[in-house]
């Protein structure tokens, strides 16, 4: 980390990458994505590995691939998020044997800060590795009020450093994390190197009011702990004797450098006597020493041949050796990994005077302390050079704003610089014997289980072990050559998280420019960043849905499931056996279609208990049992005749109401053989209707209807729920019994206490990846046994990122109504700024059937408005229910007249939590009802429509409030507005009249549902899917 640093630093947050799942990536011009990511704020595209996304550019040369990716912004501008014309080449070469082209973000005439596209391009022109970090923006004003001088004044006012060196200035684009999308601000960017404080300091001054926007100290530091013997590595060694090439020295009147063998040829006169000088300075490396005089040797001699060797019983051996290595590093770097970024003359700095016990890379060159108390001589260890070195490496690579030195960037950039040390002496343990206290101790070891997030810590040094481990994990199955090389060239595509990472290593080792299809050493890699928490989660998936019992003797019980293999599927195996039979006879499973997979058990005699289970295993020898446990854990079904009836769990509803009907009557069915059919029975006022068939829902997991019929206050309701299982007795089970019925009265107020199951309610989350915690509970309840929650289960709090709903059904509403419930609240406020909270709850209403929702305010007002954050699912000042409060009760004046949803949304940010939100007995009455009661009998003030349930995908019940007696003409028509259907066209009277449309012989998609009545109409919009 920095050293020595006075002033705070001034950070930006910007919210982490939202992943998505890999099925809904609707817009994308492929079929296939492996991994994807977007702005939690803008919602571009930020990471993208999917199959290759054509361009039309064949590429043969770099220039191809420049306009390969060109091209490439200009069609598909709804990945990039930006017009292309915001987009610039910024570098591209030939890596391997593919092609990187990096796309720089720009704003009018001014590159915007660490706004990147990142694209791997295979010879077809096909993108097969998308990364960004482009931020979308609205338009700004491009006047600086205030020079470059006059920023480095403020940036140096707020530091004050005892010594300052300036070293790059300009003007460029801020993007600022805003309430929707990110803010353009004009900035001064500002480097420049300091001394007490030490550090390598990156400011953004606003170029318009002088306010500092980013004060950050990026100087890689080493510190920590090192111990160990490894020659020639350590300040204990003895001295060996090796070439110091490269050095600067003058034979005579000529002047020149050794070669890389530390040899020199056809220089001086040709007299016999001649001059000669040296000194530890040369092309790549220029020794300086804040102590002590920097060695030169100076001699006349004669003869053809001088052989001159440095001692360390003459000179000091912190030079010398830091003069060999930091060449020895450069060459290594030169011509093994091949990158020439370095050939430059590098400072390398002995006995620093501002850190003497550390040692640091300060943009220009290495430095290191002389010891003290707690540190040897920092210079007298080659694997500390070269850490330093590599952060020189790193730091040419990636451009300055791509590689911040903090969280999980700042952890790479330390990863780095452990790895190549570690990898050149073959040695785990970064820096041992460092500390005077012991020779025992290391610094960090790269061979280690370290696992993200949970040991992530947010300190860089002891972060980095955490990737540079699954570096090591490839290495030691694939060897250093060729590990060095990938995360080499992996730097190249400037990845900045782990994940991104493992990509960008990936997109190295491929070998057909298609990273969706596996990569040579794929399960090597993927492996390895798995030991240590980075990348996918689980590589095999099987979703299956256990065997029932049956009666069936002639048939293959078929067994199928959905496997879902990351790195491809070597192997799926079902594993079956008779009980009484100890051996377990496989199948192997066959592909039916995309990832549906299936296999036949052979038919069994009556009496038969049949076990099985499923072992799939992947080409990285990953494999998954299912059920987990495998043998020891089997699935099992028998062969046997049923005469058993199905179970019937359902909560009877105790009332009805004429506001919201009809109420969702849920029952859980289960039989061990399979159900065959759900009958609903019902009656009103003891007049019988039709019987329904009650149909599954799987995301319930349970059997679901509604009424269909008219009803009236003080109607008496009564139902009974009739299962029959498969089997060929048919057993069947009635609820509540053969005798008797479900009884209940309909009411005029819409209420709902809870205590049937809450089966009105739908629940899901708003903003994309934030969670969903709304739940049926019992640990806190106003009355009865339960209410809706948001959080986790009983006293456990809610989690970080949630934006969660709770809404209610249609609800046929009219002036002077209310809304009213009782809550229970706990939730963080702010302890800083009074009044503000950052998570809460607010109470929203639909009068559109939930497509667009407006906050409604109860009579009492919000106590607290959102405190402005980046990642709050709410808008700052947004009013809210907060803090820590005991059940109250609400009433929410209601001004409209026709059907209407409301919903319950709790938002949290993404730090501290409390207990949650709950919800009971809510209610929807009107205090003045005389207006819409005519003889005892419910009369709606407008003409209003309710279709449900929406989406849907065969019939369509439609109501309607009638307002008063008429014609009454009924329509659906698509979305243009041509007929598409005349559904209904007579007299009606006045209360809910109600249509049931089942479509024929017309495509799935978006409709009209058009109610007339007089002078009077309604419009809902319906889905219909097939």
Known sequence: MPTDVSQKEINIEYPDDIRIDKDVN?????????????????????????????????VNNVDDAKNCALQFAQKYPNITGIPADELRIETASKVKQFWNVILHQKK??????????????????????????????????????????????????????????????????????????????????????????????????DAKSGEILRAANEMPTVDGSITGEYLPEYHDDTPVVGPFTHEYMILDSDYGYTDGEGLFFGMGSVADSHYFYTTLSGRYCEIEDHDYTVGSYSFHFAGENLDFVWLTAEYRTDQLNLYYHTNWIHNWVKNFLGYTGMDYQMPARCNDTWDPENAYYDGEGINFGGGGEYMHNLALFADVIYHEYTHGVTHHIYPPDALPYEGQPGAIDEGLSDYFPCSIFDDPLM????????????????????????????????????????????????????????????????????????????SMDDDDGNLENGTPNAPVIYNSFHNHGIGPENFLEVVHEPLPSTEDTANPYIVECEITSFLGLDSAVVYYRVLGVSSWEPIELENVSGDIWSAAIPPQSLGSIVHYYIRVRDIGDNTLNVPAGGSTNPYFFQVAQDTIPPTIEHIPLSRGNVSAWSPNIFAKIEDSHGIDNVTFRYKVNDV???????????????????????????????????????????????FPSEETWVEFTVER??????????????????????????????????????????????????????????????????????????????????????????DGGVVEMSTDGGTNWSQIEPTSGYPFVIRENPVSPFPRETPCLSGRRAWQHLVFPLNYNGYAKFRFRFGSDGYLTREGWYIDDVRVTNHNWVSVFENDLW????????????????????????????NLRLDVMDISGKLVRHLYDGEVRTGIVRFRWEPDNIPAGIYLVRVLLKNQSDIEKIFFVK
């Open 26 to 58: 609707d817009d994308l011009p492929v079929e296939k994505c492996l991994y994807a990511k977007v702005d939690a704020i803008a919602g571009n595209y930020t990471f993208l590995i999917s199959e290759p996304i054509p361009t039309g550019v064949a």
């Open 939 to 966: 009369k709606p003030k407008v003409l209003a429509l309710k279709a449900s349930p929406n989406p849907f995908n065969n019939a369509l019940l439609i109501e309607t409030a009638v307002p008063e007696n008429g």
């Open 749 to 838: 107020d819409y209420f709902d206490d809870i205590e049937t199951g809450g089966y009105d309610f739908s629940h899901y989350n708003i903003t994309t990846d934030y969670l969903d915690m709304w739940h049926i509970e019992t640990y806190r309840t106003y009355s009865g046994e339960y209410s809706y929650k948001c959080g986790g289960d009983g006293i456990i709090a809610y989690d970080d990122l949630v934006d969660a709903a709770l809404e209610t059904p249609f609800i046929y509403i009219s002036e002077d109504d209310t809304l009213s419930f009782y809550h229970w609240m706990d939730a963080e406020t702010s302890n800083v700024y009074i009044g503000y909270a950052w």
């Open 431 to 506: 820096g041992e014997g460092t500390f005077v206290s012991s020779s025992s101790t290391y610094m960090r070891n790269l061979h280690n289980s370290n696992r993200y997030p949970e040991d992530f810590v947010n300190e860089v040094h002891h972060d980095g072990q955490i990737i540079a481990g699954a570096w090591w994990d490839i290495r030691e199955e694939l060897g250093a050559n060729y590990t060095d090389s990938l995360v080499h060239f992996a730097r190249f595509l400037y990845p900045e998280d782990f994940e991104e990472y493992l990509y960008a290593v990936l």
């Open 688 to 734: 019988s209707y039709h019987d329904l068939e009650m149909e599954y829902d799987a995301g319930m997991n349970g059997w679901i209807t509604v009424f269909d019929c008219d009803v009236e206050i003080g109607d008496v309701v009564k139902y009974k729920i009739i299962a029959q299982d498969i089997s060929t007795a048919g057993n069947t089970t009635v």
């Open 108 to 205: 009018g005439k001014y590159d915007v800060i660490g706004g990147r596209v990142k694209l791997r391009i295979n010879n077809r022109g096909e993108i097969f590795y998308y990364s960004s970090s482009v931020k979308p923006m609205k338009k700004y004003s491009d006047d600086a009020a205030i020079s470059g001088d006059d920023a480095f004044d403020i940036a140096l006012d707020y530091l004050n450093p005892q010594i300052h060196t300036r070293l790059k200035q300009m003007l460029a684009i801020a993007p600022i994390p805003a309430e929707k999308g990110y803010s353009p601000k004009l900035v001064w960017w500002l480097e420049f190197r300091t001394k007490s404080p030490l550090g390598l300091w990156i400011f953004w001054v």
